[in-house]
């Protein structure tokens, strides 16, 4: 067969499919918006590693400073930055102090010229924010005047919160506990480097890539079959005019691939609305900016090259097994059963790609990606071709029942094959889901773990600036509404000054705070204890007998004192005291000293540290107490305590799958909704005829809803095994133990089902119109 002949017969069905009145363009609408949400989302995902390359680009770009760089001497071109981050309720927000100490400072990326002292430039979002009424407590926060906005390049998402504020006197809050340094230019290129990923993460990305991706897949191949049944009887009046059964075929090809280059138009401008949409929105605290999302020109041509090819291939093979004849169509009558021998190759074919990496996990070596990707996408495709055999084979023993029942059962055995590809994507989804899900529960415990913080004890800490009046600043805590109790602990290591290798920890509070370190026999001011049961006592306990003189270090080691060693003397009457964990989950020794034991020269030594315990039930606790600490000192962040530490990549790779799961759960939604209205609209005139004879329509729709969820059905059930098996062999690839998280398993169900419920739901008004009379009205 010539290129020519193919190329005559594509042509002819292209115009067959635009040319073909009402009935032709609304065929061809609904498989190019169908061929249409998928390619978008196909660019969509194109346009990702470009996103993220240009978000770390500008991360990099902005970034002022780094733990353990070189210091600077002051000089015209220098500036100051002190970090001044922060949290409002669940949102980040990066804060910055700055203060150039000459005319050639560097200025940050997206700033026109440097904030004042008292005023700041904010992100777009945070000034949209702080002007809300929700805004208020973190303008109390943030009490400077706005003067200006960042400009793009100095943000890495359209809702990030982020400000730059102006400081003075910055130079001395660099001695402190403060993070910030003098910088001389912006940008950082080490900031890129990172150590390389373990195997088991690469698995998770690469699965996640497969499984978002299928589904859109399958949807692009049911949407070019749209149509199917009025096309079979164009295809026969062909036949009857002369054309062979290849000829008939190619030109059904052509019509598939007119939709789908008109799909492809729909799809870019899909991808574009949604690209200048996507300023306005902010999925999981992740936001881009339009400019971020510019597919890879190689992976949007090998979209607009593989979409209509794989439409005209789709085609070619779905009338393989039809029989198109100048009176009619074999499909209308009893097709013949499906073999199920092939169909059991795919998953099996994914299996043996899988096998040979089982039981690699971190230790024993990396994943080959090829295998990864080939295994898990046969086991999903045969999810596709499972799929009909099933619904065949159930529906064609179903019995008697009502007359809603007896409808649905004998349009699904007339039409099974449609109705399975109605519901290929949404198996696809779930069964990948599944798998993903169990994957994440097995692995999550080398990723993430309980923090040695004790949340039931305390919520918040905070340190107090070495120099700062303690007791004030306690005071101000106390006073915050929503903070119910202050623990106060003041640390300095004393030494034996015959020998400064020995050191012992003094911990200064009073005694309701003594409490939470150590188990007292009783305690009033003035006491002293010992603290026994630590694992350092043996490194300590001679210096804790009564009558030790001990030292503050020498001088040079405590410049900030001016002062020589101070020294004090163990008194006589020290008690014992059991060591217990403080809220950090660190057990103190050493000595435990109340206050009014412990000369104020010597006091002057120690550096404190708060643990706040609030009162959740007071709205925005943690907010009050940010804004407490933000008036005390800007440079000063308490930290939130969190009862679960994850690892920031498996963090993000988590965060990535709920933003694409997202986003392919609107495209399953969409899609059958498509597929839903082209099946209604195929039914027509017998739905019209009917009502005509009598039907009730609510027994109509009760029949449509029974086709539905038949295969739904049977469709959750195939992906709920598909998916438990293909996460228990990714879980022995990964060395770990296999453990269905059924939780999971019924929630990713019930997500597909409510899904089809929405869509069902949907389509009942378009089903009640096409019930009407003049459905049968024909030219």
Avoid at 741 to 759: E, F, K, Q, R, Y
Wanted: glycine share 10%; proline share 5%; charged share 20%.
């Amino acid at each position: 067969m010539s290129v020519g002949q193919w190329s005559r017969d594509l042509a002819m069905g292209a115009r067959f499919a635009l040319a073909g009145g009402r009935e032709g363009w609304t065929r061809s609408l609904l498989t190019a918006v169908g061929v249409g949400l998928g390619v978008a989302l196909l660019l969509l995902t194109a346009a990702i590693p470009s996103a993220l390359a240009e978000r770390d680009r500008r991360e990099e770009a902005r970034s002022d400073h780094t733990f353990g760089q070189q210091e600077i001497p002051k000089a015209d071109d220098t500036l100051v930055v002190v970090d001044a981050d922060t949290t409002f309720r669940d949102l980040d927000v990066r804060g910055r102090l700055v203060e150039p100490e000459g005319p050639r400072a560097p200025l940050p990326p997206g700033v026109a010229e440097f904030p004042a002292a008292g005023e700041m430039v904010v992100s777009p979002a945070l000034k949209e924010l702080l002007a809300s009424d929700d805004g208020k407590l973190l303008r109390d926060r943030l009490d400077y005047r706005i003067a200006g906005t960042i400009g793009e390049q100095g943000l890495v998402g359209s809702q990030e919160l982020a400000y730059f504020a102006g400081g003075k006197g910055l130079e001395k809050v660099l001695e402190g506990p403060a993070s910030g340094a003098r910088i001389d230019s912006f940008g950082n290129d080490d900031l890129g480097s990172s150590d390389a990923w373990d195997p088991v993460l690469l698995l998770l990305v690469l699965v996640v890539f497969v499984v978002l991706l299928m589904p859109v897949a399958v949807f692009i191949a049911a949407a070019v079959r749209f149509g199917g049944e009025r096309r079979d009887r164009r295809l026969a009046a062909l036949r009857l005019v002369g054309s062979d059964s290849r000829m008939t075929r190619r030109i059904a090809a052509g019509e598939a691939l007119a939709g789908s280059v008109l799909g492809l138009v729909l799809g870019t401008g899909f991808f574009l609305l949604g690209r200048e949409l996507a300023a306005s929105a902010e999925v999981f605290h992740v936001s881009v900016f339009p400019s971020y999302l510019n597919p890879s020109p190689v992976l949007a041509v090998l979209v607009a090259l593989a979409v209509p090819a794989a439409a005209v291939l789709v085609t070619i093979l779905a009338l393989r097994g039809v029989v198109i004849e100048p009176l009619g169509v074999v499909r209308t009558a009893k097709p013949a059963r499906r073999r199920l021998w092939w169909r059991l190759l795919l998953p099996l074919g994914g299996i043996a790609l899988l096998y040979p990496m089982i039981g690699q996990g971190n230790d024993d070596g990396t994943f080959n990606q090829y295998l990864v990707v080939g295994g898990v996408l046969l086991l999903l495709v045969g999810v596709t071709a499972l799929l009909p055999w099933v619904v065949e084979t159930v529906v064609a023993r179903l019995g008697s029942g009502g007359v809603a029942w007896q409808l649905a059962v004998r349009r699904l055995q007339l039409s099974s094959g449609a109705a399975a590809r109605m519901v290929n994507g949404i198996a696809v989804a779930v069964a990948g889901a599944i798998a993903l899900q169990m994957l994440f529960a097995g692995v999550e415990g080398n990723y993430t773990r309980a923090s040695e913080y004790d949340v039931s004890r305390a919520q918040m800490s905070v340190d107090v600036p070495d120099g700062a009046d303690a007791s004030a600043i306690i005071g101000k805590y106390r006073d915050t509404e929503g903070v119910r109790k202050v623990t106060a602990l003041s640390d300095v290591y004393l030494f034996d000054r015959g020998t400064e290798d020995s050191s012992v920890q003094i911990t200064l509070a009073d005694c309701a705070s003594l409490r939470e370190v150590a188990t007292l026999p009783s305690c009033r001011d003035g006491d002293v204890f010992a603290a026994k049961g630590s694992e350092y006592d043996s490194e300590s306990d001679h210096l804790a007998k009564p009558g030790t003189t001990l030292w503050t270090p020498e001088p040079e080691d405590t410049a900030r004192s001016g002062e020589r060693p101070v020294s004090w003397t163990v008194p006589q009457d020290i008690r014992q005291a059991r060591s217990r964990q403080d809220p950090t989950g660190y057990e103190r020794g050493g000595i435990l000293v109340t206050p009014g034991a412990l000369p104020e020269k010597l006091a002057a030594f120690t550096s404190a540290r708060l643990f706040l315990s609030l009162d959740l039930s007071v709205p925005d606790a943690y907010d009050r107490v940010r804004n407490t600490a933000a008036r005390l000192d800007p440079a000063v962040q308490p930290m939130t305590w969190h009862s679960i530490e994850s690892n920031d990549r498996y963090a993000t790779i988590r965060t990535g799958l709920s933003v694409g799961s997202a986003c392919v759960l609107a495209l399953i939604g969409a899609s059958l909704l498509v597929s839903q209205l082209e099946q209604l609209r195929e039914r027509r005139k017998l739905l019209s005829s009917l009502v005509a004879f009598g039907t009730r329509r609510r027994t109509l729709g009760l029949s449509v809803l029974w086709q539905t969820a038949i295969p739904i059905g049977l469709g959750l059930l195939l992906a709920a095994t598909v998916g438990i098996a293909l996460g228990a062999v990714l879980l022995r690839m990964t060395d770990t133990a296999v453990r269905v998280d059924w939780p999971s398993v019924l929630s990713m169900t019930g997500i597909g089902a409510g899904v089809v419920l929405v869509v069902t739901l949907l389509s009942l008004p378009p089903l009640l119109r096409l019930m009407r009379p003049d459905g049968l009205r024909t030219e």
